[in-house]
């Protein structure tokens, strides 16, 4: 069977997991739906658009991507509005920093069919995985990685496309703690830090696992010359409330330009909130804490959405931060509007939410 007239090969699945998933308790990329989309690019196409049952690859032992790490990824959400339409949110801002990393990584571009023509077919053969209750929705997982078997070092000449789906909560269960990280770096000028590739991941682990054993859960990053000034979190942007401004560090080639730091943006500057992209040293941040000037602290992604800090740790002090009340936080304001406007609840004035 094809799915419509995009020529995608539809495998169903012979059986339905979905009733062995308890939707009221979604841990963040434990359960994974029935289907995903898989292509493969070759001979300087993408062919053999499938949607298949979930289930693993065969793969050779001397895959490019597993020896030097040709592999990015994405991550987005679909809700259901009231009707029980599904809605994605902005997944052509995904779709272009998908192919950003994939140029900076010397990997294939994606083509719009490819990327958006999947993502609907897949979402509507398993549109029942989209969950509704609050704080839930349904994770994308699109990823790319290289496929040629040869172990020199050069851009591989085949990759593979593949996206997934999971429904999950919420990714914390408490306002995390954070530590200001000034020995290790995620990344430098002229690096990879703003490319979604594996590999800043995979260097993050060590640092953050020192974090965590002293107690924290994440870390903020700091610019590689001085640390001195703040990038972004572990797996999410960082923005803070001072003196009734948002302000947040100014994307660079070593800051993730997050989809969700931007919708924020948007919508504070909406409210008439003041917002200011630009350089925060780690004593500013201190600094206002410790004067009350700083009010708020909180992290913003995809899998995160809009996440308040319990408390900033740095040079061996712990920094409480304010206890978020929530009438008066902006944070929360931001989150409830971003999550009115996902699910459809709102009138969409940016043209984000797109109907699968
Ligand atoms: C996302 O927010 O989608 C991310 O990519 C973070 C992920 C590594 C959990």
Redesign the pocket.
Known sequence: MTTDALQIELRKAERSRIQEVDFNHLPF?KHFSDHMFVADFVDGQWLNQQIVPFDNFTLSPALSALHYGQSI?E?MKAFKNEAGEVLMFRPYANFERMNESARRMCMATLTEEVFMGGLEALLRVDADWVPTAPDSSL?IRPYMFAMDTFLGVAPSKTYRFCIFTCPVGA?YSNPPKLKVETEYIRSAPGGVGYA?CAGN?AGSMYPTLLAQQQGYDQLIWTDAREHKYIEESG??NIMFVIDGKLVTPAVSDSILKGVTRDSIIQIARSFGIEVEERKVSIEEVIGGIESGRLTEAFGA????VVSPYSLIGYNGKDHMLPEFSPENSLAVKIKNYLTDLRTGKVEDTFGWVHKV
Do not use: N
Request: glycine residues 24%; charged residues 10%.
């Open positions: 990329g990824f991550g994770y990714y979604k991941y797996t999410m992604g995809t899998a995160v």
